[in-house]
């Protein structure tokens, strides 16, 4: 068989595992062949790849980021570019197509399916928002690299007596907040599911330090929001890919706190550093999973399919349903962190 790959969206650590099981499974175990787009959909209309052999991925399981490139597209490009890309898999020869990525990824990858084409979807985000699946790889990661920075932040926040607000990325879920928050034991966490009470929020880091507490710790997932009507907020807008552009929920918090406790308040934001570098164990385990399992599934056929973590299992489920709604987090989940913050 002939099986392209790509990666497309934002990258993620476990990428390389992907694409280094794929090549193993399918060149080894099946004696496929393998290309690699460059940078994601745009590889595939433009028809830009390269070879992907045993060489190629040598080294590259525990490096972040992609070989490919990534990139992301914009709907209505890929929606013009369906022939395109159909033209492309049939002159190149190719069985199946395997595109990693996130929530855009996966919508792209069902529209090419519904068009026709033979595509075996491997999940991935550090937002952890991919409903049907228990877990993304590159979650770990970035809730390991947020959980760091957070321990480092206590340290320098109870030397000067501040209140950080640390701005965590995750765009329409507040997974990563609330991991990260929990396991490093910060004072608050909002998240984009439960918008806050600005008031509420200000007499909980009060009480903090009228209880002889030096500093506090506030861990905001980027796409927070107030509770309507609450606090002055500037809502960003959208870039050109139709994602909402986030406005800064950590610098504007740090204000309002600062204002209400008197305390020096500082806004951190810890952005791309949560997607770069190694993958940590967990993660490169799953993405190999993944890997195995896609190219199985295009043995099988199963086309219009991804794969999904169910408990212990790799299983098959359609890409309509992947993209149907995004896994938030639950009210109970949120409350169970509250308890032990
Ligand atoms: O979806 C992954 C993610 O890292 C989000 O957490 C974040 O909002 C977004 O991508 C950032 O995108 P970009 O790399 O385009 O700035």
Redesign the pocket.
Same mark, same amino acid.
Request: hydrophobic share 20%; charged share 35%; aromatic share 8%.
């Given at each position: 068989m002939r099986i392209g790959v790509l990666t497309s969206?934002?990258?993620?650590p476990g990428l390389n595992a992907v694409i280094r099981s794929v090549v193993h499974r399918a060149v080894v175990d099946h004696g496929d062949e393998v290309i690699g787009f460059r940078d994601g959909w745009k590889g595939l209309l433009e028809c830009d790849y390269l070879k992907l052999d045993l060489d190629a991925v040598a080294g590259i399981l525990a490096r972040g980021g992609t070989i490919l490139g990534s990139s992301?597209v914009q709907p209505s490009h890929l929606r013009d570019g369906v022939e395109r890309a159909r033209g492309h898999v049939a002159e190149l020869g190719l069985d199946a197509i395997i595109p990693i990525g996130? %929530?855009g990824t996966l919508k792209a990858a069902r529209l090419m399916s519904d068009a026709g084409l033979p595509i075996v979807g491997v999940p991935k985000?550090?937002?952890n928002?991919i409903a049907v699946t228990d877990v993304t790889f590159g979650f770990d990661t970035?809730v390991g690299v947020a959980t760091d920075a957070l321990d480092r932040l206590k340290t320098t926040a109870e030397s000067h007596q501040r209140v950080l607000v640390v701005e965590v990325?995750?765009?329409h879920t507040g997974w990563?907040a609330l991991h990260s928050g929990m396991a490093a034991g910060a004072h608050a966490i909002v998240v984009p599911e439960r918008p806050f009470d600005i008031e509420e929020l200000a007499r909980r880091v009060g009480e903090r330090f009228e209880a002889g507490k030096r500093f506090a710790i506030v861990v905001a997932a %980027?796409?927070a929001k107030p509770r309507a009507g609450t606090m002055a907020f500037d809502e960003g807008g959208k870039?050109i890919?139709g994602?909402?552009r986030?406005a800064g929920i950590a610098r504007q918090l740090s204000i309002e706190l600062e204002q209400r406790l008197g305390k020096e308040a500082r806004p951190v934001i810890l952005?791309?550093v949560?997607?770069g570098g190694t993958p940590t164990a967990y993660d490169r385990v799953l993405a190999t999973r993944f890997g195995w399992h896609a190219v199985e599934a295009v043995h099988r056929g199963e086309f219009g399919r991804m794969t999904a973590l169910r408990g212990t299992d790799i299983v098959m489920v359609p890409l309509a349903d992947a993209v149907e709604t995004l896994k938030t987090v639950p009210d109970e989940r949120y409350e169970e962190a509250e308890t032990v913050l």
């Open positions: 969206g934002g990258d993620c992301r996130g %929530e985000t550090i937002d928002d970035a990325m995750g765009r990563i %980027e796409g870039d890919y994602h909402e986030f952005g791309h949560q997607r």
